[in-house]
Nanobody, 127 residues
Framework: QAQLVESGGGLVQPGGSLGLACAPS???????????MGWFRQAPGKERQFVAG????????YYAESVKGRFAVSRVAAENAVYLQMNNLTPEDTAIYYC?????????????????WGQGTQVTVSS
């Protein structure tokens, strides 16, 4: 059973935008001050890639170089929600996008430290 649920995926033309949302699947899931909530993506035949993350304590944001300047990650702590606004999308952004929680924000860069995941939402960028 997934701990997190992603939404907002779909089909968009190159240059378009999509917004993704992530929230806990139930009230038993709590995001703590030390956590970082991250977005990952995995395209067919490719390895899982870190996209963006936001720390819960300080609202510090991290981005993969490939999306910097195009994507914006944000959080609403009162909702235990994290969002990813994706602009200027290209076909290379096509992937399943996952939301995940890392209990130690100091290791934001280490995908193996993210232990709680959603089931993903498909983003397809095509003309």
């Amino acid at each position: 059973q997934a701990q997190l649920v992603e939404s907002g995926g779909g089909l968009v033309q190159p240059g378009g935008s999509l917004g993704l949302a992530c929230a806990p699947s139930g009230r038993s899931f709590t995001i703590y001050a030390n956590d970082i909530m991250g977005w990952f993506r995995q395209a067919p035949g490719k390895e899982r890639q870190f996209v963006a993350g936001v720390t819960w304590r300080n609202n510090r944001k991290y981005y993969a170089e490939s999306v910097k300047g195009r994507f914006a990650v944000s959080r609403v702590a009162a909702e235990n929600a994290v969002y990813l606004q994706m602009n200027n999308l290209t076909p290379e952004d096509t992937a399943i996008y996952y939301c995940a929680r890392n209990a130690d924000a100091s290791t934001w860069y280490d995908g193996s430290k993210y232990n709680d995941w959603g089931q993903g939402t498909q983003v397809t960028v095509s003309s």
